[in-house]
């Protein structure tokens, strides 16, 4: 049982991918990083050293820090963080307690260098409908919640992307794009090793939207009316992906939590 300024990996896990995640900070040490580089999806890596510098950014945020076994580091750097006024716990058994649990980890090697904010730039075609918001909702989500995501004019994409340090994605000829059958989303879920059940299961509705195979899931159809309807709505790329995020919110709720609820109207006990 965790302590009351602790969280436990199955409290954590619940949160992750969710909208109500909180911010993760991995304080391991380098030896420990090195060891093993895979991360909790969506934490970043602050010094522990430099806590005094970096905690008043943190304000207002709800803070989970982990280190290698949830001891001395994590316990600590939450400690100060609750002293700067952040609302901080650290991870009952840090990562060793996450990796041994099975639960999911990140492979952070193929992420574009972060920019001085420490955010990943991300660059691709403007007019998004399926694949080019289902990929920022799943690095928002789950690799990087401060990235920052350009759309930009087909043909100048690649440019962007070499001009302001961005990983392009979803167009011809990219790392990040689609291969064979399956479409990027599909892609970056096996890059990262995001491999759960539900975002396999979401991988396989965006790629029937994405790709004109409805016949692969039933939902797709569903997934793509929505996504052209809100290309419709919003002039602004931007918006439109602020506007979406609910929506593959609501998608991955499903796949994770709902896949055997049916709805039950009319009442078949019911009498005319």
Not at 7 to 16: D, K
Not at 138 to 167: C, H, S, W, Y
Not at 232 to 256: E, G, N, T
Request: a neutral charge; aromatic letters at 8%.
């Amino acid at each position: 049982m965790p302590s009351p300024t602790e969280i436990s990996v199955s409290q954590l896990a619940r949160l992750i991918g969710t909208p109500d995640a909180p911010t993760l900070i991995d304080v391991r040490i380098d030896g420990d990083f090195a060891a093993d580089p895979r991360q909790i999806p969506g934490a970043h890596r602050r010094d522990f050293r430099s806590v005094a510098e970096w905690a008043p950014r943190y304000i207002g945020q709800k803070v989970v820090v982990s280190c290698h076994k949830g001891l001395k580091l994590s316990q600590g750097v939450a400690a100060w963080l609750r002293h700067a006024g952040v609302e901080a716990s650290s991870l009952e058994g840090g990562f060793v307690g996450w990796s041994e649990a099975r639960e999911m980890l990140l492979k952070p090697d193929k992420l574009p260098p972060p920019d001085a904010s420490g955010r990943t730039i991300w660059v691709t075609r403007a007019r998004p409908k399926v694949d080019r918001i289902a990929c920022p909702w799943l690095i928002r989500r789950f690799v990087d919640p401060t990235a920052v995501f350009l759309f930009v004019a087909p043909a100048e994409v690649e440019a962007v992307a070499e001009k302001f340090g961005a990983a392009a994605f979803d167009i011809d000829d990219v790392f990040w794009s689609h291969r064979g059958e399956n479409c990027t989303f599909n892609t970056m879920i096996t890059e990262f090793g995001l491999t759960s059940p539900a975002l396999l299961r979401l991988a396989t509705i965006v790629r029937a939207a994405d790709t004109a195979r409805p016949d692969l899931a039933p939902q797709a159809a569903g997934l793509l009316a929505a996504s052209l309807g809100l290309s419709r709505m919003f002039r602004d790329d931007l918006a439109q992906l602020d506007a979406a995020m609910v929506l593959y919110d609501a998608f991955y709720r499903w796949c994770r939590d709902a896949t055997e609820e049916t709805h039950n109207w009319p009442n078949p006990g019911a009498k005319g």
